[in-house]
């Protein structure tokens, strides 16, 4: 095994107010040197406090933090090596940029030639040289943004922390600072962590997402893994947008699996996944870019009735109703209107089964994971699109 | 093209010359209304008192006399040759400096202190400091006179246990300057503490953090983050100790020395008073007066010229 060295390593660790208010149950989790983290959930998960548990901003009520081999519970901010880009950005108002970027330092009586060094580098690798003389008032909302970025880069610290730095910004400036960031991660190499509730935003950052929801870790995966091989309802659910369909299943022994009152059968691979698990009583999940529709009725699959059609312009959203249950479809086009009756049969490769119970998955068929991770992760060709960009 | 019917042409002038008389015109008697009301009171409690000092440092008068007897500069060379001048102004700028240390420095370090170091009791220390200046000063004073009576005092018989006798500060040149600003800042420094802690409101807690993440040591968040982004309040709280202070230091000084030891505790506005209703010569009480405010106008000049350029407005 290789040693933690730059780590970051949660160990049962509890974040509680007034021991009333429980934020964080039981963390474990370990962020790798010089990896993307993305911290993702809803609002109120506790992933902007996990965040500022490792920036030393908030107390760590129970458990063990280590970074860089110590443990930092007691650790001031100051001490720990991080560095942090703020939501609202968090500049000096009454500072020039330059004065934002070199305040610190200047404190801290690094030398004046390499302050100066460290500033011009930093100034030019974000295309802020003709600002440095302004105020941030002076500023748009992504030159402030890039300021806070350059702010914490100039300090070369072993830990940078992104706390939803993109989100006052607006859709487009988003997509280019994205790409930016990863640039960067790759041209400074420091560990990044980055909270964030957009999920597109979490799939083109992360070398691995963590996902969190009520103060718990859901998932703890590379991207492609959240995606395709979620390890409960909820991952399953928050991400991809439209979210997954997820429908009531019986399994009634052997190959048979019941949606409401009609029946399929499961291939050889899955059955065995389900007899293995031997509850009866699951959830079947299906992506709506994976639930392909045919018309008219087919005694094998699940047969539905279209309820209506959403136009993305690029892509059609097919409302159906499945019984009780309301679907969605993506499709390229449509061919049935509403009222129609339609049919899909599951494709099997990108089914997932979940225990109704516990909500976590039931695993996935050994055929379906060899030479997955690699191939065709559309994200992965985003990110890499971004870096050389 | 637009077409409009006498009728409506009609109308708009008639508009028009509606909507003009609603914008004060120059030299008209509507805007001269708006502001009597204010002038007036201005007029008799600012204006007509200001002119009269001014009229009445010029002569000698002792308020009963039918006659004033005009008197040139006299007034304003007595004052010069007054063997006390020297004390009483020297007083003024040991007062203000005294009042600028306990009411304006003190307060803003406390409100950083309570807004961005200590996490616990803050509603606790915010009350418990805003107390007094809710008290009326002469309350307070009696408060003090108390405790600090040199025989019976408790703080006379906290110093006596360790062997120490207390001093009688009243007739003490210089120690009877620094109780009695003492005494005033007791009730002042509560609600400069208040105004100085909200200006520190304006400061985003975030802004600390990242400072705090840097290691910024305390005193450098201080002086180089907290004090420039909330100095349009602190110049307001600089301002007020100056002036409310030199006013309330009054109610001690008539309370407990009337300006003693031999004026080792007279600051200009209470030897205003003094001459003009102890001694009853009012044209040297105005002449006194009208320095003053040309102290009061030169301490603003400068507040303007050096101060005022450095400070941050948020908008």
Same mark, same amino acid.
């Given at each position: 095994?290789?040693?933690?060295?730059? =780590?970051?390593?949660?160990?049962?660790?509890?974040?509680?107010?007034?021991?009333?208010?429980?934020?964080?149950?039981?963390?474990?989790?370990?962020?790798?040197?010089?990896?993307?983290?993305?911290?993702?959930?809803?609002?109120?998960?506790?992933?902007?406090? #996990?965040? @500022?548990?490792?920036?030393?901003?908030?107390?760590?009520?129970?458990g063990?933090?280590?970074?860089?081999?110590?443990?930092?519970?007691?650790?001031?901010?100051?001490?720990?090596?991080?560095?942090?880009?703020?939501?609202?950005?968090?500049?000096?108002?009454?500072?020039?940029?330059?004065?934002?970027? #070199?305040?610190a330092?200047?404190?801290?009586?690094?030398?004046?030639?390499?302050?100066?060094?460290?500033?011009?580098?930093?100034?030019?690798?974000?295309?802020?040289?003709?600002?440095a003389?302004?105020?941030?008032?002076?500023?748009?909302?992504?030159? @402030?943004? &890039?300021?806070?970025l350059?702010?914490?880069?100039?300090? &070369?610290?072993?830990?940078?922390?992104? =706390?939803?730095p993109?989100?006052?910004?607006?859709?487009?400036?988003?997509?280019?600072? &994205?790409?930016?960031?990863?640039?960067?991660?790759?041209l400074?190499?420091?560990?990044?962590?980055?909270?964030?509730?957009?999920?597109?935003?979490?799939?083109?950052?992360?070398? @691995?997402?963590?996902?969190?929801?009520?103060?718990?870790?859901?998932?703890?995966?590379?991207?492609? &893994?959240?995606?395709?091989?979620?390890?409960?309802?909820?991952?399953?659910?928050?991400?991809?947008?439209?979210?997954?369909?997820?429908?009531?299943?019986?399994?009634?022994?052997?190959?048979?699996?019941?949606?409401?009152?009609?029946?399929?059968?499961?291939?050889?691979?899955?059955?065995?996944?389900?007899?293995?698990?031997?509850?009866?009583?699951?959830?079947?999940?299906?992506?709506?870019?994976?639930?392909?529709?045919c018309?008219?009725?087919?005694?094998?699959?699940?047969?539905?009735?279209?309820?209506?059609?959403?136009?993305?312009?690029?892509?059609?959203?097919?409302?159906?109703?499945?019984?009780?249950?309301?679907?969605?479809?993506?499709a390229?086009?449509?061919?049935?209107?509403?009222?129609?009756?339609?049919?899909?049969?599951?494709?099997?490769?990108?089914?997932?089964?979940?225990? @109704?119970?516990?909500?976590?998955?039931?695993?996935?068929?050994?055929?379906?994971?060899?030479?997955?991770?690699?191939?065709?992760?559309?994200?992965?060709?985003?990110?890499n699109?971004?870096v050389?960009? | 093209?637009?077409?409009?019917?006498?009728?409506?042409?009609?109308?708009?002038t008639?508009?028009?010359?509606?909507?003009?008389?609603?914008?004060?015109?120059?030299?008209?008697?509507?805007?001269?209304?708006f502001?009597?009301?204010?002038?007036?009171? *201005?007029?008799?409690?600012?204006?007509?008192?200001?002119? /009269?000092?001014?009229?009445?440092?010029?002569?000698?008068?002792?308020?009963?006399? %039918?006659?004033?007897?005009?008197?040139?500069?006299?007034?304003? $060379?007595?004052?010069?040759?007054? %063997?006390?001048?020297?004390?009483?102004?020297?007083?003024?700028?040991? /007062?203000?400096?005294?009042?600028?240390?306990f009411?304006?420095?003190?307060?803003?370090?406390?409100?950083?202190?309570?807004?961005?170091?200590?996490?616990?009791?803050?509603? *606790?220390?915010?009350?418990?400091?805003?107390?007094?200046?809710?008290?009326?000063?002469?309350?307070?004073?009696? $408060?003090?006179?108390?405790?600090?009576?040199?025989?019976?005092?408790?703080?006379?018989?906290?110093?006596?246990?360790?062997?120490l006798?207390a001093?009688?500060?009243?007739?003490?040149?210089? $120690?009877? +300057?620094?109780?009695?600003?003492?005494m005033?800042?007791?009730?002042?420094?509560?609600?400069? *503490? +208040?105004?100085?802690?909200?200006?520190?409101?304006?400061?985003?807690?975030?802004?600390?953090?990242?400072?705090?993440?840097?290691?910024?040591?305390?005193?450098?968040?201080?002086?180089?983050?907290?004090?420039?982004?909330?100095?349009?309040?602190? +110049?307001y709280?600089?301002?007020?100790?100056?002036?409310?202070?030199?006013q309330?230091?009054?109610?001690?000084?008539n309370?407990?020395?009337?300006?003693? %030891?031999?004026?080792?505790s007279t600051?200009l506005? /209470?030897?205003?008073?003094?001459?003009?209703?102890?001694? /009853?010569?009012?044209?040297?009480?105005?002449?006194?007066? +009208?320095?003053?405010?040309?102290?009061?106008?030169?301490?603003? *000049? $400068?507040?303007?010229?050096?101060?005022?350029?450095?400070?941050?407005?948020?908008?």
């Amino acid at each position: 095994m290789i040693m933690a060295g730059k =780590d970051i390593i949660f160990e049962n660790v509890k974040k509680s107010y007034d021991d009333k208010t429980t934020i964080i149950e039981n963390l474990n989790l370990t962020i790798k040197e010089g990896e993307r983290l993305v911290l993702l959930g809803p609002s109120g998960c506790g992933k902007s406090t #996990t965040l @500022r548990m490792i920036a030393g901003l908030e107390d760590i009520t129970d458990g063990k933090l280590i970074m860089d081999g110590k443990v930092v519970n007691d650790v001031p901010s100051g001490k720990r090596g991080v560095s942090m880009v703020f939501q609202n950005y968090a500049l000096y108002p009454h500072m020039t940029v330059e004065k934002n970027i #070199t305040y610190a330092l200047s404190v801290h009586k690094v030398d004046k030639k390499d302050i100066k060094e460290r500033l011009e580098q930093v100034l030019k690798i974000l295309g802020l040289e003709e600002y440095a003389g302004r105020k941030p008032k002076e500023l748009s909302g992504g030159q @402030r943004q &890039r300021v806070a970025l350059a702010r914490a880069l100039v300090k &070369r610290s072993d830990y940078l922390l992104l =706390d939803e730095p993109l989100s006052n910004l607006d859709a487009k400036l988003r997509l280019q600072a &994205r790409k930016e960031l990863v640039k960067i991660h790759e041209l400074y190499g420091q560990t990044f962590i980055y909270v964030t509730h957009d999920q597109v935003e979490a799939m083109t950052v992360a070398n @691995r997402i963590a996902l969190m929801k009520d103060g718990v870790l859901q998932m703890l995966d590379t991207p492609y &893994r959240v995606y395709h091989r979620p390890a409960n309802v909820f991952t399953a659910t928050f991400i991809g947008s439209p979210s997954m369909n997820i429908m009531e299943a019986e399994w009634a022994g052997g190959e048979r699996l019941l949606v409401g009152n009609q029946c399929i059968k499961l291939p050889q691979m899955w059955k065995e996944i389900v007899e293995k698990h031997g509850k009866t009583k699951l959830y079947l999940g299906i992506r709506p870019e994976n639930l392909k529709l045919c018309p008219g009725y087919n005694a094998d699959g699940l047969n539905a009735e279209v309820e209506y059609v959403e136009d993305y312009g690029n892509r059609y959203g097919i409302y159906i109703k499945l019984g009780e249950l309301e679907l969605i479809s993506m499709a390229d086009s449509v061919f049935a209107g509403r009222g129609e009756k339609v049919h899909f049969v599951p494709d099997y490769s990108h089914i997932h089964l979940f225990d @109704r119970e516990s909500t976590d998955s039931l695993g996935y068929p050994a055929e379906l994971e060899e030479g997955k991770e690699e191939s065709n992760s559309f994200m992965q060709a985003i990110l890499n699109e971004g870096v050389k960009a | 093209m637009l077409c409009l019917t006498k009728k409506e042409e009609n109308l708009m002038t008639k508009n028009n010359s509606s909507a003009k008389r609603l914008i004060p015109q120059k030299g008209g008697i509507r805007p001269w209304l708006f502001i009597l009301p204010a002038a007036v009171v *201005f007029a008799v409690f600012m204006f007509y008192p200001l002119i /009269y000092t001014i009229y009445l440092s010029f002569f000698d008068w002792n308020m009963i006399k %039918p006659v004033k007897e005009f008197v040139g500069l006299q007034n304003y $060379l007595d004052i010069f040759t007054d %063997p006390n001048i020297g004390k009483i102004f020297g007083n003024t700028l040991i /007062y203000i400096v005294l009042l600028l240390i306990f009411d304006f420095i003190a307060p803003y370090i406390f409100s950083f202190i309570l807004s961005f170091v200590i996490k616990m009791g803050k509603n *606790f220390y915010r009350s418990v400091i805003f107390l007094p200046s809710v008290v009326s000063l002469v309350v307070g004073t009696m $408060l003090f006179v108390w405790i600090l009576n040199p025989i019976s005092g408790p703080a006379a018989k906290l110093m006596g246990l360790f062997g120490l006798t207390a001093p009688v500060w009243s007739t003490t040149q210089g $120690l009877v +300057i620094v109780v009695i600003s003492i005494m005033t800042s007791w009730k002042i420094f509560g609600y400069n *503490f +208040i105004v100085a802690l909200s200006g520190m409101g304006g400061v985003p807690l975030e802004v600390i953090e990242a400072a705090r993440m840097d290691d910024i040591p305390l005193h450098r968040i201080f002086l180089n983050i907290v004090v420039p982004m909330s100095s349009s309040t602190g +110049i307001y709280v600089l301002i007020l100790s100056i002036v409310q202070g030199m006013q309330q230091v009054f109610t001690p000084i008539n309370m407990v020395t009337q300006g003693g %030891p031999d004026y080792g505790s007279t600051n200009l506005i /209470y030897n205003v008073y003094n001459e003009a209703f102890g001694f /009853y010569k009012t044209g040297t009480a105005s002449a006194y007066a +009208i320095l003053m405010l040309v102290l009061f106008g030169l301490l603003l *000049f $400068l507040e303007f010229k050096y101060v005022e350029k450095g400070v941050y407005y948020e908008n």
